[in-house]
């Protein structure tokens, strides 16, 4: 099949952008509305340490909130690992706060600080080398989309901050209320790319697994990352599956 042009969906946290630092200080301040006995605007340099080393748990924001709770009641990184959702499940259980409560903490701690310190909340990000000036080379020839959990808003300030202006309508983030699978069969389905090849580039296997076993989304070309919040049980187990590519940095939106 002869194709007229690329489409590229990308995650932002874990592809273009590593937030771990400041997705555990944003946790630490919002789960401080939840239990007060957490004082300060920064958690203890050993808890954002191993919250670090265990962002690749983490799918959405609220559940950064979460992840800071187990570490502070010392639950052990392996039993974390291993458990995970259904440690988090018993935290909502056991909590007055449902999810949405926290996604509303959690977003509210990040809109404060981005309104009170810019200049720090942006300290607290890394942007991949190399990878973020592909991606900017692509957003200047093709279709280009971020699909991601993050708030919009912070989105675009991230971008802005390395020069790259992405329309609103590019960027499908929390605020859109629609899993990543949806919003690309939603794209897909666009008149004006009739005829397009579509790639998704995600960090996070379960994501990719998740929109492997869509029908409606067979035709999309799936790859994932060799950096960001993944492991290498991860990556050994996306070898095994036909659909996912697998690329480094020098391969990123390489088509």
Excluded at 52 to 66: D, F, H, K, M, S
Excluded at 114 to 136: K, P, S
Excluded at 142 to 163: A, C, M, N, Y
Aim: proline content about 4%; charged content about 30%.
């Amino acid at each position: 099949m002869t194709y007229s042009h690329d489409v590229f969906a990308v995650d932002f946290d874990g592809v273009l952008c590593d937030s771990a630092a400041e997705t555990g200080v944003t946790a630490w301040r919002a789960g401080g509305q939840v239990w007060p006995a957490w004082h300060g605007p920064e958690p203890p340099s050993e808890y954002l340490r191993r919250f670090i080393n265990l962002r690749p748990v983490v799918e959405t924001g609220y559940q950064a909130v979460l992840l800071m709770r187990l570490i502070y009641t010392g639950v052990e990184d392996e039993t974390i690992e291993l458990q995970f959702p259904e440690l988090c499940t018993s935290l909502l259980d056991e909590s007055e706060y449902s999810a949405a409560d926290l996604v509303r903490l959690f977003s509210q701690a990040r809109d404060t600080w981005i309104d009170r310190d810019l200049d720090d909340w942006l300290d607290r990000h890394r942007f991949y080398v190399g990878v973020v000036e592909t991606f900017a080379a692509r957003v200047e020839s093709d279709p280009v989309f971020i699909l991601t959990t993050k708030q919009e808003r912070s989105v675009r300030i991230l971008l802005h901050s390395r020069g790259i202006h992405l329309p609103a309508d590019r960027i499908f983030g929390l605020d859109a209320g629609k899993s990543k699978e949806n919003v690309l069969e939603q794209l897909s389905r666009r008149p004006e790319f009739d005829g397009n090849r579509f790639h998704f580039v995600e960090d996070r296997l379960q994501t990719l697994i998740r929109i492997a076993g869509r029908s409606s989304l067979r035709d999309v070309l799936l790859y994932l990352v060799d950096w960001g919040y993944n492991t290498p049980r991860d990556r050994e187990k996306a070898k095994l599956i036909p659909r996912i590519t697998i690329w480094d940095s020098c391969a990123f939106l390489d088509v």
